[in-house]
Nanobody, 119 residues
Framework: QVQLVESGGGLVQAGGSLRLSCAAS??????MAWFRQAPGKEREFVAA????????YYADDVKGRFTISRDNTKNTAYLQMNSLKPDDTAVYYC??????????????WGQGTQVTVSS
């Protein structure tokens, strides 16, 4: 059974940083991704990393500010978020993902972690 547990969110001022963690159990050899959902909006792709970490992918509006990484020995994926903006305010979720015409989650969602950026 796959379990995804996100953590590390919080309240931060614009320009600040946060590091999110995603503890994943029951997954092997999976590309992992972060998604986010802002109030009143659909959930959207943020970043993805392949199993080996050799390839990473980012949404245009987070490129250069966010960095995705993973530690397979800990079954954990991370999202380092720098230069945060109020528009980054959302609930952040992780999931295994596959890339078709767009990035699609594979498993049920965890509880997510709230990120709030104040101006």
């Amino acid at each position: 059974q796959v379990q995804l547990v996100e953590s590390g969110g919080g309240l931060v001022q614009a320009g600040g940083s946060l590091r999110l963690s995603c503890a994943a159990s029951g997954l092997t050899f999976s590309t992992m991704a972060w998604f986010r959902q802002a109030p009143g909006k659909e959930r959207e792709f943020v970043a993805a990393i392949t199993w080996t970490g050799s390839s990473t992918y980012y949404a245009d509006d987070v490129k250069g500010r966010f960095t995705i990484s993973r530690d397979n020995t800990k079954n954990t994926a991370y999202l380092q978020m720098n230069s945060l903006k109020p528009d980054d305010t959302a609930v952040y979720y992780c999931n295994a993902a596959q890339r078709g015409s767009s990035w699609q989650p594979i498993y049920s969602w965890g509880q997510g972690t709230q990120v709030t950026v104040s101006s």
